[in-house]
């Protein structure tokens, strides 16, 4: 059975279709295409390894059958966890081909994240790496499996003793089953992005095939990739940006080469950028602040890099000026969500609009607009909430009603929870976020889900977690502590989050205790007050 998600509403699909947006064809043939016209071509470098187009899409296809033979059917779900390797392409393809939908978690993500998402979905199978703590051994996917009945599948890749060995998987004879591999629909649900939420664990976004592939078709146009284009995917290559915008998916379009590295850190992928003669990646801010550092001391030689896309948190203008002057290519700033929107300066744009903005809607039909505390429609130069619609923005989260009703207004905009400005020329500058979210280096912290989690701890009374401004991440957390024990110190609370299955980086950086926290008018804590406190101790 299809799965179920928020369709666009007829006159609108209609309307995308026959514009040519929505072309009603699976995502898959991004790979099949690519393997038709270039079989010999190198699509993916991981570490030692190559793979050409017609390996990727072989070995795509016998895992496909291989799961198949597993009782794996169209309409299935699944829970994928695997780091920068290879095989995430290899899955990602393999399940597509075959109509199952994944979401794929991020590899640090913890027992927290992976319990909910698995809550929510209802996988027949999960694929995830022994590298994980997780699934050192067999306990965790023991538990999935207490509350998640349809959960027959395991494939783990790395040695294991407890679920099927995932490289076993695409080795060997595949007795024919794979011809019959089918895809899902082109109008439903290919596969589930996560959300940067600020309530709680992130929601479920579903993407289908015809609204994901036009985002990926557009994004490699407005970046011009081609054949010769090589890639260097340093970001986790779960994330929207790396996958999509354009990404690997985009590259695999052009018919290029996706090099994967393993972490975004200078020493690795700068030695990855002058082997594999990789001429554009994408990082997010904070990473592009440590990768200027390193060049600073003569560390970095890269004649073939021409671009280098940052997106993922707003980048200072000063750090904007900097990337172009000591790594001498083209910047292009990538201001985007996973629910769907996506804005890109152009490659030949003036420097005003490169430094200062963070691009404008890829598609004629993103339809945008600026709003203030009561709804009421700003101009051009305002600040307010952005709301936008359109042929890639979903229209809805996965079995979220009561969110939904909230995150979406009456005309189907999506409330994206970003104050900004947009130029008279139809620029957007970013200037904070409305919802209560922490972005710490591009990771998404939902404050909610951190201070329920602390208030779990029989010595916590009240707690409040807030950004705080840091030169290298951008933003990190603080939380505010009414303890009803005076000898309360951060070692026992980070013990307490991490007991809980937290993932490491939603961590509070900072603690202060206090005695009571401050509240408005209407009885909410004022985090804005907390905000000035840590501004003023830190001198800011």
Not at 477 to 490: E, F, G, H, M, Q
């Amino acid at each position: 059975m299809p799965i179920e998600f928020t369709p666009w509403p007829e006159a609108f699909a209609r309307n995308y279709r026959e514009k040519g947006y929505w072309r009603s064809a699976p995502l898959t043939e991004i790979l099949q295409s690519a393997r038709r016209r270039h079989p010999d071509s190198v699509a993916l470098i991981c570490r030692d390894r190559q793979f050409t187009y017609a390996e990727l899409d072989a070995k795509a296809s016998q895992l496909a059958s291989s799961l198949q033979q597993r009782g794996l059917r169209s309409g299935d779900t699944a829970l994928v966890q695997l780091q920068n390797i290879a095989e995430f392409y290899f899955v990602f393809f393999a399940l597509l081909k075959m109509g199952v939908a994944p979401v794929n978690a991020l590899f640090n993500h913890d027992r927290l994240e992976l319990t909910a998402y698995a809550e929510q979905l209802q996988p027949r199978l999960l694929i995830a790496s022994a590298e994980h703590p997780l699934f050192a051994d067999g306990a965790y996917v023991k538990r999935l499996q207490s509350f998640t009945p349809e959960l027959s599948v395991v494939a783990i890749h790395g040695r294991n003793d407890y679920a099927d060995d995932l490289e076993s998987l695409w080795e060997g004879d595949s007795g024919g089953a794979a011809d019959e591999a089918r895809p899902s629909a082109p109008d439903q649900v290919a596969f589930f992005q996560l959300s940067g939420g600020s309530t709680g664990v992130p929601k479920l976004i579903p993407r289908t095939h015809d609204d994901y592939y036009y985002s990926v078709r557009r994004s490699a146009d407005i970046c011009r990739l081609t054949p010769e284009s090589r890639y260097l995917c340093a970001l986790p290559a779960a994330h929207n940006f790396p996958l999509s915008s354009p990404g690997a998916l985009g590259v695999f379009h052009a018919g290029g080469t996706v090099a994967m590295a393993q972490n975004p850190s200078a020493d690795l992928c700068f030695d990855l950028i002058r082997r594999h003669r990789v001429n554009f990646t994408a990082i997010v801010p904070t990473i592009a602040s440590l990768w200027l550092d390193a060049a600073a001391g003569g560390a970095f030689e890269a004649p073939n890099l021409a671009v280098i896309q940052v997106g993922g948190a707003r980048l200072s203008e000063a750090v904007a000026r900097r990337l172009v002057a000591v790594f001498g290519c083209r910047l292009q700033q990538v201001f985007g969500m996973a629910e769907g929107l996506v804005n890109y300066t152009d490659l030949d744009d003036d420097c005003e609009r490169i430094f200062a903005t963070q691009g404008r809607p890829m598609s004629p039909d993103d339809e945008l607009k600026v709003v203030d505390a009561n709804g009421g429609e700003l101009g051009a130069g305002e600040v307010g909430e952005l709301l936008t619609r359109g042929p890639y923005t979903i229209r809805g989260y996965y079995r979220c009603p009561e969110h939904n009703a909230r995150a979406f207004d009456e005309e189907g905009f999506y409330r994206t929870g970003d104050l900004v400005e947009i130029t008279t020329d139809g620029y957007l500058k970013v200037v904070g976020r409305k919802k209560d979210q922490i972005n710490r280096g591009g990771e998404k912290i939902a404050a909610e889900e951190i201070e329920n989690l602390l208030l779990r701890h029989e010595a916590v009374v009240h707690a409040a977690l807030i950004s705080m401004p840091d030169a290298v991440m951008g933003e990190k957390s603080c939380a505010y502590i009414v303890a009803s024990d005076a000898t309360l110190r951060p070692i026992a609370l980070r013990k307490h989050l991490r007991s809980e299955g937290v993932a490491e980086f939603k961590l509070p950086d900072r603690f202060e205790f206090v005695d009571r926290l401050p509240l408005t008018a209407f009885g909410k804590v004022d985090k804005q007050t907390l905000r000035s406190d840590i501004h003023a101790k830190l001198n800011v």
